[in-house]
């Protein structure tokens, strides 16, 4: 059977109208045979299957309405002669072909690998599927390209709540007036611990089921919160921001820890209490995080990359065969030597390192600098 399912065109599936004047209504007429579309079930049911956009420029839901029935998109305003009207599906499939799903794998692995005259003479699916998810967390670590992000608006509470698949962070960035990414660094000399709250005698403050009062913050962390980057700085005395005084100070800034030496922000993660907290100047800010995830958040996430596929079976094999006594023991060391061999391999692979990249960098190295 083949993999790709469908027509070309239903994986694009997107459909151009020229506008006569005045027009408000396009209706969607595929061909029957060339794609999924024209049949009730896969047709659009609502109007936040697709997306429309007019002379290149995106409309809002507000801008448009959709009646299922008739398959009929209606623009509020008008479109004038000659506007160019796309009516594009939102394809959950697009770039999906280079994944595989963990079900199929599962699948493959019990055709290959299990069964009489095979490595494993039998072993139950559930132990299949609990190896399998055991690898997609492990190789997403530090062999599959996981890392996710998200981008939003510091709050004036200065929090970032962790996301739900959150493991560890790459690197937190705010993004400036031409999109740039501006790196924040970690507060290294300050913390937000547990803080207790306490009566006016100084005695622990406990509620009616007798349990420790705590506050949202700590005294530190919102000291340090409220004081901006130059404040922070160990001389702060020495720190000035012009280059008059630079010129006269020279020299006298060693010591100063990075994330003082720069003006881009600070950040601190609590992980106990799942939030990331900014410096005061980071309000009304847009920040990115980049972190990584162990995939198995949601089913659509639980995909491998081809270029592990491969990986992945070893690894199921060796941890069922390490863990059964069903197996041959001999089996055993080559297993586990063939598991390293395909994580190897499927690291090389997904490094998607490319000549012309290479070649981009190291003309870089050789660039001369002119006065």
Known sequence: MPLFEGTQQQYYGSQSFTASNGQNDFVLTFPNDETLMYSLSTMPLTDSDFTVTLNGNALSTSDFSYTASSFTVTLVSSASAGDIVVVTLIN?????????????????FMVSY?????????????DVAFHAQ??????????????????????????????????????????????????????????NPTAVVQAGDFSYSFDNNGNLLTASDSD?????????????????????????????????????????????????????KGYIHFSSTMSGKTVSLKYISDGLATDDEMVVHKFAEEAMYKYIAYAIASTHTTVNPSFIPMLKKERFAAIRKAKLRLS????????????????????
């Open 92 to 108: 959950p499939d697009l770039g999906n072909y280079q994944n595989i799903t963990l079900q199929a794998i599962i699948n493959n």
């Open 114 to 126: 299990v069964g009489a005259d095979k490595i494993i003479p039998r072993v139950r699916r559930a």
């Open 134 to 191: 055991r690898a997609i967390q492990e190789l997403s670590y530090d062999t599959f390209k996981s890392k996710k992000s998200q981008e939003i608006e510091v709050p004036p509470s200065l929090k970032m709540a962790l996301p739900h698949d959150y493991v560890n962070y790459v690197k937190v960035c705010y993004i400036d007036e031409a999109g740039t990414e501006r790196l924040l660094y970690p507060a290294r000399k300050t913390s």
């Open 220 to 272: 530190t962390w919102t000291r340090y919160q409220a004081r901006n980057e130059a404040d922070n700085s160990d001389s702060n005395d020495n720190y000035k921001k012009t280059e008059e005084d630079f010129d006269v100070l020279q020299g006298r800034r060693y010591g100063i820890e990075p994330e003082n030496a720069q003006f881009n922000g600070i950040f601190y993660i609590d992980e106990n």
């Open 352 to 371: 998607n390192i490319k000549i012309e990249e290479i070649t981009q960098v190291m003309r870089g190295k050789s660039k001369q600098i002119k006065h």
